[in-house]
């Protein structure tokens, strides 16, 4: 089993940052890449990011290319996602995953998670 933990969200005001930070713990190393989703009142759980463990490739949702970046520190087991330039419609919960398959294409680390996290609130007043 992989327990994650996020941490790091709040309120933030538009056009502003905010990191988010998932801890990975429990049997890691069966896991491939972690990704992080949200999901906003009302709406669909929808894909933000992707990345594997042991590659330098990362995967964004085309609403968050350009103002998100994921990234990982392997020692620690974390993953984090900072997110500038901030809108009103970042506002959700945000939920770090962790995948065992492998994935060759950016629709495979849309999809098949088998680890999730309670998620974090993310308020960004307009």
């Known amino acids: 089993q992989v327990q994650l933990a996020e941490s790091g969200g709040g309120l933030v005001q538009a056009g502003g940052s905010l990191k988010l930070s998932c801890a990975a713990s429990g049997r890691t190393s069966s896991t491939y890449a972690m990704g992080w989703f949200r999901q906003a009142s009302g709406k669909e759980r929808e894909f933000v990011a992707a990345?594997?463990?042991?590659?330098?490739?990362?995967y964004y949702a085309d609403s968050v290319k350009g103002r998100f970046t994921i990234s990982r520190d392997n020692a620690k087991n974390t993953v984090y996602l900072q997110m500038n330039s901030l809108k009103a419609d970042d506002t959700a919960v945000y939920y770090c995953?962790?995948?065992?398959?492998?994935?060759?294409?950016?629709?495979?680390?849309?999809?098949?998670?088998?680890?999730w996290g309670q998620g974090a609130q993310v308020t960004v007043s307009s």
């Open positions: 990345i594997p463990w042991s590659s330098g490739s990362t």
């Open positions: 995953a962790a995948k065992k398959a492998y994935c060759s294409n950016y629709e495979c680390y849309k999809v098949y998670y088998d680890y």
